[in-house]
T-cell receptor, first 112, second 116 residues
């Protein structure tokens, strides 16, 4: 059974810092891995999707890497800003399908 | 309207009430999902409709009843709920290939449900 874990559960950093969020999964036979952002009380916004054949994806100040063999993904946020404050969730498909299993998320606070 | 919309955004109901949540996607996707997000728990997949056929039901209690009349609309009918059902209910959609692989899921803003 696939399990997804995110560390740390919460993170508080001063503005401008570069930071790394971690996601690990128990079954390496994944189809892809997705990173989402969720603002308080809101829905999820897709940030990056990494296919199983890829090692990383970049979008602006965000860079996500994937190491299937070790069951890990990291989300790197460069030059953090207060607007980056949100909960960041990673998710992998159940088996090889499109049904996602989510981690519990990392709650990020970027202090001005 | 663009993306995925959900109504109502907030709902308070008693345990004997019957209500429905509505989701509509304007992205031309062929799969729609209901998720439950409770405090301090990971998002839980409740139901999946792929090509309008329900393909997943993760042991959800029968007091939750989904309906997918077409590929753009998804409902969640609620009846005789319990206080522990209070949560944020999120709808999502995606495009699924014939091989079963999925693309990015797009989420609605959610319905905050409180059961008294």
């Amino acid at each position: 059974k696939q399990e997804v874990t995110q560390i740390p559960a919460a993170l508080s950093v001063p503005e401008g810092e570069n930071l790394v969020l971690n996601c690990s999964f128990t079954d390496s036979a994944i189809y892809n891995l997705q990173w989402f952002r969720q603002d308080p009380g809101k829905g999820l916004t897709s940030l990056l999707l990494i296919q199983s054949s890829q090692r990383e994806q970049t979008s602006g100040r965000l860079n996500a890497s994937l190491d299937k063999s070790s069951g890990r993904s990291t989300l790197y946020i460069a030059a953090s800003q207060p607007g980056d404050s949100a909960t960041y969730l990673c998710a992998v498909p159940m088996d090889s399908s499109y049904k996602l299993i989510f981690g519990s998320g990392t709650r990020l606070l970027v202090r001005p | 309207e663009t993306g995925v919309t959900q109504t109502p955004r907030h709902l308070v109901m008693g345990m004997t009430n019957k209500k429905s949540l509505k989701c509509e996607q304007h992205l031309g996707h062929n799969a729609m999902y209901w998720y439950k997000q409770s405090a301090k728990k990971p998002l839980e997949l409740m139901f999946v409709y792929n090509f309008k056929e329900q393909t997943e039901n993760n042991s959800v209690p029968s007091r939750f009843s989904p309906e997918c009349p077409n590929s753009s609309h998804l409902f969640l009918h609620l009846h005789t709920l319990q206080p522990e059902d209070s949560a944020l209910y999120l709808c999502a959609s995606s495009q699924v290939g014939t091989s079963g692989g999925g693309d990015t899921q797009y989420f609605g803003p959610g319905t905050r449900l409180t059961v008294l």
